[in-house]
C-alpha cells in the first residue's frame, strides 16, 4: 500500500515498533545483563558486550536511561525499520532484545 500513499509506511512500521517495544525490556540494565550474561548453545558463556561496556552500563545506567527516548523509535518507515532490525538489533536465542 505504500504505491498508494507513502503514510502507510509509516503505519506498518509503527506497528512493527509497538510490537518490539512489547517484546523487549523497557531498562538498559536489563538489556545490558541479557547481552553479557549470553551463554552459547551448549551453555559456554559467550557474552555480546565486553566487560569494559557492561560496566559502564552498570555505573551510568541512571544516566543512560534519562536520555534515551523510545518514542523516536516511531519515526521510521517500514523499510528502514526492516533494515534495522534484520540487520543491526542484537538477538539473543532468535529473539531481539534491543531496541533502536
Given at each position: 500500500m505504500t504505491i498508494v500513499h507513502p503514510d502507510f509506511s509509516k503505519l506498518a512500521a509503527r506497528i512493527a515498533v509497538s510490537n518490539l517495544h512489547k517484546q523487549t525490556f523497557d531498562s538498559v540494565v536489563d538489556v545490558a545483563d541479557k547481552l553479557y550474561n549470553y551463554k552459547d548453545s551448549i551453555g559456554r558463556p559467550a557474552p555480546l558486550l565486553s566487560k569494559e561496556?557492561?560496566?559502564?552500563?552498570?555505573?551510568?545506567?541512571?544516566?543512560?536511561?534519562?536520555?534515551?527516548?523510545?518514542?523516536?523509535?516511531?519515526?521510521?518507515?517500514?523499510?528502514?525499520?526492516?533494515?534495522?532490525?534484520?540487520?543491526?538489533?542484537?538477538?539473543?536465542?532468535?529473539?531481539?532484545?534491543?531496541?533502536?
Amino acid at each position: 500500500m505504500t504505491i498508494v500513499h507513502p503514510d502507510f509506511s509509516k503505519l506498518a512500521a509503527r506497528i512493527a515498533v509497538s510490537n518490539l517495544h512489547k517484546q523487549t525490556f523497557d531498562s538498559v540494565v536489563d538489556v545490558a545483563d541479557k547481552l553479557y550474561n549470553y551463554k552459547d548453545s551448549i551453555g559456554r558463556p559467550a557474552p555480546l558486550l565486553s566487560k569494559e561496556v557492561f560496566d559502564i552500563f552498570m555505573n551510568n545506567h541512571q544516566k543512560i536511561q534519562e536520555v534515551i527516548n523510545y518514542k523516536r523509535d516511531f519515526n521510521y518507515d517500514f523499510f528502514g525499520f526492516k533494515t534495522l532490525e534484520r540487520s543491526y538489533l542484537l538477538k539473543v536465542e532468535g529473539k531481539i532484545v534491543e531496541r533502536p
